[in-house]
């Protein structure tokens, strides 16, 4: 099956600093999204990125569809920021689809 | 409008028993699929429904199961409670356009088995 591999799994920041987050996937995919997981568990939509760039705020990803991979850009990190990030693509069944996870990255942001 | 809910958020069981989690979806999604996180095998499908229809089922035992109402809230059953159950089960909903929508989580129940 598909493999979604994220990079790195680990990440301290000092509060300011800028950071780049990576998702490689190893096969064609339907749409690609990321999410911020908080520290009550709750998974927050980041973005919905099947290719292109987007932005929002501080935030803003690219998804290279032909390279199979996806880039999560998060600039002057704020302590609220720290959680795990998870990239998901989604494969497409039966007319349905199902999200496949990569292992996220853990980020904590230190004031 | 309001976002997807879970309930309950927190439950434990012991081993052996049976448990039904709940889960509402944003108004006008269709869809509802499950997902199991634990911290060894992270996030994984369990299954999804979309109009009281199962279209696809993750690599879980039949211990796993679920359903959907009209309504579109759906329910999963977990019976014969493991150890290994132990987890937070995650719903999401959205509109059912595979491949062209983006899936809503809720906040998740958090279900502990002794």
């Known amino acids: 099956g598909i493999q979604v591999e994220q990079s790195p799994p680990d990440l301290i920041l000092q509060e300011g600093a800028n950071s780049t987050l990576r998702c490689n996937f190893s096969?064609?995919?339907?749409?690609l999204q990321w999410f911020h997981q908080n520290p009550w568990g709750q998974l927050i939509n980041l973005f919905y990125i099947p290719s292109g760039t987007k932005q929002n705020g501080r935030l803003s990803a690219t998804t290279v569809a032909t390279e199979r991979y996806s880039l999560l850009y998060i600039s002057s990190s704020q302590t609220t920021d720290s959680g795990v990030y998870f990239c998901?693509?989604?494969?497409?069944?039966?007319?349905?689809?199902?999200?496949?996870f990569g292992q996220g990255t853990e980020l904590s942001v230190k004031p | 409008k309001a976002g997807v809910t879970q309930t309950p958020r927190y439950l434990i069981k012991t081993r052996g028993q049976q448990v039904t989690l709940s889960c509402s979806p944003i108004?006008?999604?269709?869809?509802v699929s499950w997902y199991q996180q634990t911290p060894g095998q992270g996030l994984q499908f369990l299954f999804e429904y979309f109009s009281e229809t199962q279209r696809n089922k993750g690599n879980f035992p039949g211990r796993f199961s679920g359903r959907q109402f009209s309504n579109s809230r759906s329910e999963m059953n977990v019976s014969t409670l493991e150890l290994g159950d132990s987890a937070l089960y995650l719903c999401?909903?959205?509109?059912?356009?595979?491949?062209?929508?983006?899936?809503?989580f809720g906040p998740g129940t958090r279900l502990t088995v002794l």
């Open positions: 108004s006008g999604h269709r869809s």
């Open positions: 999401a909903s959205s509109s059912g356009l595979a491949g062209a929508d983006t899936q809503y």
């Open positions: 096969d064609s995919v339907n749409n």
């Open positions: 998901a693509v989604e494969l497409i069944y039966n007319q349905g689809g199902k999200l496949i």
